[in-house]
C-alpha cells in the first residue's frame, strides 16, 4: 500500500502489506542489452557534485561527504543523517542527475546502515532513490508524474527491499476505481484505473484537491538484519536494482515490463509483467535520477547510512 503523510505535496509513502509474488530465487541476471552503457556513475568521493551533473542541489551544496566510512578502494561516501524526528536528512542531501533517456535503467550502490538502523519504524519508508522520466520537466516533484518508479528499504525486523512506481499524472479522475483496462490507454496503470498485472499492492487515494496512487513490490524477507553474520546491516552491501518499460504494440501497453532487486547477488524481487507505462505514452523514457532520503513520519531514533560508489546504466552488466 502507497500511503501519503497529510500536507507532504513532493513525496509520497511507499508501503506494502505482503510480499510480491515471485520475489526470491537465484542471482539470475536482467534481461536487457548484450552491452550495457553506462550512464553516469558517482563516487561520493569529494563535495564536487555539481561538476560531474548534479542539479537541484541544497544550497550551499552536499556537506555530507564522510571520508570516514567507504568501501575499500574508495575515498568517501555519502553520509544519510537523520536526527531524532528528522524527516529529511540533515545535512540534506536531496539532488538530480539528467542522463540519455533510456527504456531500461540499472542502479549498483553500496550501503551500509548504523548499528541502530530501525528506519522509519513504520510499514512505510525511507525513500531512498527513484528514477523518473522524460514524460514531465527536470525540476518534477516525484510524487506526481506521469511515471516515477523507486528503489527504497523498509524496516520491518531488518531492512526488507521495497520497489514501486506511480503514475498520478495519468490518472483518469471522472472514472476513480473503474477498470479501464481494455476501454482506454487514458488511463493510470499505478492504480486508480485499474491493476492489468495483478499488482497485490496497489492503491489509490485523494490528497488534499489530487488523486494519488501506486503499486509496491517487497521481498519476502529481509535482506539485511540486525544482528551480526553476513547479511549484518552494520556491514557493506552491494544493492542492483533494474527496471524496464513494457513495450507498446498496436498502440497498447504489453505486460512485460521488468521491475527486478538483487542485495550481494541475491535476486529479491523478481517481477517480469509489470504495466508501467500504456499506449498513451509510448515516447516515455528514464531520464533522470534522483537522491531523495525521506521518513515522512519523522525518524523514530538518531540513526545513519552510508551510500557509495554508485552507477546508472541502460542493463546489469
Not at 188 to 196: E, I, K, M, R, T
Not at 288 to 306: C, K, L, M, R, T
Request: with cysteine; charged share 15%; hydrophobic share 40%.
Amino acid at each position: 500500500m502507497i500511503q501519503r503523510p497529510a500536507g507532504i505535496l513532493w513525496c509520497t509513502c511507499v508501503a506494502a502489506a505482503m510480499a510480491a509474488a515471485g520475489c526470491g530465487g537465484s542471482a539470475s541476471a536482467a534481461p536487457g542489452p548484450s552491452a550495457a552503457v553506462t550512464l553516469f556513475q558517482e563516487s561520493f568521493d569529494d563535495a564536487g557534485l555539481g561538476a560531474r551533473g548534479w542539479y537541484d542541489l541544497p544550497a550551499g551544496g552536499i556537506t555530507s561527504i564522510d571520508s570516514t566510512q567507504h568501501i575499500p578502494g574508495s575515498k568517501a561516501s555519502l553520509l544519510v543523517n537523520f536526527a531524532l524526528s528528522g524527516i529529511t536528512p540533515s545535512p540534506a542531501t536531496a539532488m538530480r542527475h539528467s542522463f540519455t533517456p533510456s527504456d531500461a535503467v540499472y542502479l549498483r550502490f553500496w550501503i551500509r546502515h548504523s548499528a541502530n538502523w530501525v528506519g522509519s519504524g513504520k510499514p512505510y519508508h525511507p525513500h531512498l532513490f527513484s528514477f523518473l522520466t522524460n514524460a514531465d520537466n527536470a525540476y518534477v516533484g516525484p510524487a506526481w508524474t506521469h511515471l516515477t518508479t523507486y528503489i527504497e528499504e523498509n524496516y520491518q525486523s531488518g531492512d526488507v527491499a521495497v520497489l514501486g512506481a506511480q503514475d498520478a499524472a495519468n490518472i483518469d479522475t471522472s472514472r476513480i476505481n473503474q477498470d479501464l483496462t481494455g476501454v482506454t490507454e487514458n488511463r493510470a496503470a499505478s492504480g486508480c484505473n485499474g491493476n492489468a498485472d495483478a499488482t497485490a499492492d496497489i492503491t489509490c487515494y485523494a490528497s488534499g484537491s489530487v488523486w494519488e496512487n501506486g503499486k509496491t513490490w517487497k521481498s519476502a524477507q529481509p535482506a539485511l538484519l540486525p544482528t551480526a553474520g553476513p547479511a549484518y546491516q552494520g556491514d557493506w552491501h552491494e544493492v542492483e536494482a533494474y527496471y524496464k518499460l513494457n513495450s507498446i504494440a498496436n498502440g497498447i501497453g504489453q505486460l512485460d515490463g521488468i521491475a527486478q532487486y538483487w542485495v550481494d547477488g541475491q535476486l529479491v524481487i523478481d517481477r517480469r509483467n509489470v504495466l508501467f507505462r500504456t499506449g498513451a505514452h509510448p515516447a516515455m523514457q528514464f531520464n533522470q535520477f534522483f537522491i531523495g532520503p525521506y521518513i515522512g513520519d519523522g525518524s523514530p531514533v538518531a540513526q545513519q547510512e552510508w551510500i557509495d560508489d554508485l552507477v546508472v546504466m541502460t542493463g546489469r552488466p
